[in-house]
């Protein structure tokens, strides 16, 4: 049988240079775990513009939807800005998620002990949180007709339509409670089901969906609530799904609890293909950091951590991800920085390709 594929498309800005930390853990997986992985790199964003003329060539897009995971660095820059619209780097990111139909996004918020002073609550209130947050991502409010600002007498209305079809909610809900049997088993769904009826029908299908998974521990929550509760007490919850507006906020928020941008990786999943596995796209939060590209001062961990993600729920290496994390959070406890996640201090921070060092030795260790 042949190798599991990985598409790299390590983009503009800071995104070639956390990858470049990658590629050397990805080595080290093939080297000393036997995890061969046939991966081949492409262009997208601004490089692949500046290439082609487009943000994302029809052979790349054809590479994707045929790799079993795409690796994602980062898209943009202010070389970019003055583009049109439709050649804008962006969009060969949106052309990804869309012709891939990512429908469910996945978001962690986890917090390694030793950054759980860099958090903006009380330490005790963060300290080893591990949640994940599943967004619906290709239908609501930000796509459903009619839409649009029409004249109605003598002023005018602002249109948008939260809309959801049961299949819809059915497809991420199973994502959302595929993932929970591959993490702590407890599913939390947050709509607004005592306002909304699209809220009502996201309930009755996400329960039914919860009969295929008898071993999930599934509850509902209005959002409101959930926002509270996320700010709260957020380790109450392990798994959160919900729907596309819903989850942007709320995964921002959860974000934050634990700190830096450099930090958070994400993960974009569609329908499975043929061999079982989701289509799927991971990379991590931050954008292409132009303010500190090419100066070898960005945190690769984000990037990282979006590949433990695809082994975990691509190549159902749950083992070896956790791993990864693990060596993650020994860097980190060894007291390892980047700048970002320095803040005030006065220390000197390390260099990207430093973080990969320290990542690489953790892992050595490891074995
Ligand atoms: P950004 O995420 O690139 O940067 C925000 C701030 O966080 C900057 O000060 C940056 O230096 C810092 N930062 C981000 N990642 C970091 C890392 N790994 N290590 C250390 N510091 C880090 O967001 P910004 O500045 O709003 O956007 C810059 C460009 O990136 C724009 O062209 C934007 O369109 C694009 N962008 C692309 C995204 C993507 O590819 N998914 C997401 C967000 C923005
Ligand atoms: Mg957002």
Known sequence: MSNPSLLILPGDGIGPEVMAEVRRIIDWFGDKRGLAFDVSEDLVGGAAYDAHGAPLSDETMARAQDADAVLLGAVGGPKYDTLDFSVKPERGLLRLRKEMDLFANLRPAQCFDALADFSSLKKDVVAGLDIMIVRELTSGVYFGEPRGIIEEGNERVGINTQRYTESEIERVARSAFELAMKRGKKLCSMEK??????????????????????????????????????????????????????????????????????????????????????????EPVHGSAPDIAGQGKANPIACILSFAMALRYSFDQGGEAARLEKAVETVLAQGHRTADLLGEEGRAPISTSQMGDAVLEALDASL
């Open 193 to 282: 089901a005592n306002v909304m009826e699209s809220g009502v029908l996201w309930r009755e299908v996400v329960t039914r969906v919860g009969q295929d998974y008898p071993e999930v521990e599934l509850s509902h929550m209005y959002a409101d609530a959930g926002a509270m509760q996320l700010t709260r007490w957020p380790k109450q919850f392990d798994v959160i799904v919900t729907d596309n507006l819903f989850g942007d906020l709320l995964s921002d928020l959860a974000a934050m609890l634990t700190g830096s941008l450099g930090m958070l990786p994400s993960a974009s999943l569609g329908a499975p293909m043929a061999n079982g596995r989701p289509k799927a796209l991971y």
